[in-house]
């Protein structure tokens, strides 16, 4: 069995997938716009040929959300300090669903030929002390 694994991280803030909705004429993806900028940022760092692996497909995807200032110390000697209460992790909205469907949806036909192809999939949502981002993590299991 052949293993294939690729990391890489678009930075901007995760995004969650929104509902499509009618217009009086047709049904309109909401996430179209945000999702073709995410797909882009993504294949800077995708061979081509990986859209069409038909494969299984292992993921880990991890949010990066930066930390609001109210979880900080007011700056001693120029430095921020994290008061011992902030929370490691990120519960507040968007959910980790919304964000997982936004996420596969912009890689399918990118680093998979289909999202269903997912056999394994862990989503983590984590404060960050730096910019907001999406950390993604792909392997690719191909039986010869």
């Keep these: 069995m052949k293993v294939s694994t690729l990391t890489f991280q678009v930075d901007g803030k995760p995004k969650p997938k929104q509902p499509a909705y009618f217009d009086g004429q047709r049904m309109v993806n909401a996430s179209r716009r945000a999702m073709e900028e995410w797909t882009h940022l993504a294949r800077l760092h995708i061979n081509e040929d990986?859209?069409?692996?038909?494969?299984?497909?292992?993921?880990?995807?991890?949010?990066?959300?930066?930390?609001?200032?109210?979880?900080?110390?007011?700056?001693?000697?120029?430095?921020?300090?994290?008061?011992?209460?902030?929370?490691?992790?990120?519960?507040?909205?968007?959910?980790?669903?919304?964000?997982?469907?936004?996420?596969?949806?912009?890689?399918?036909?990118?680093?998979?030929?289909?999202?269903?192809?997912?056999?394994?999939?862990h989503l983590r949502k984590r404060w960050s002390h730096e910019e907001d981002c999406t950390e993604v993590s792909i392997k690719w299991f191909d039986r010869q």
């Design 50 to 121: 990986k859209g069409k692996f038909k494969g299984t497909v292992h993921m880990r995807v991890t949010y990066f959300f930066r930390r609001p200032d109210h979880h900080y110390r007011r700056k001693i000697r120029g430095h921020l300090r994290l008061l011992a209460d902030a929370p490691v992790n990120h519960t507040a909205k968007p959910d980790a669903d919304n964000l997982a469907k936004f996420t596969l949806d912009c890689l399918t036909g990118l680093a998979y030929y289909d999202d269903s192809q997912i056999a394994d999939l």
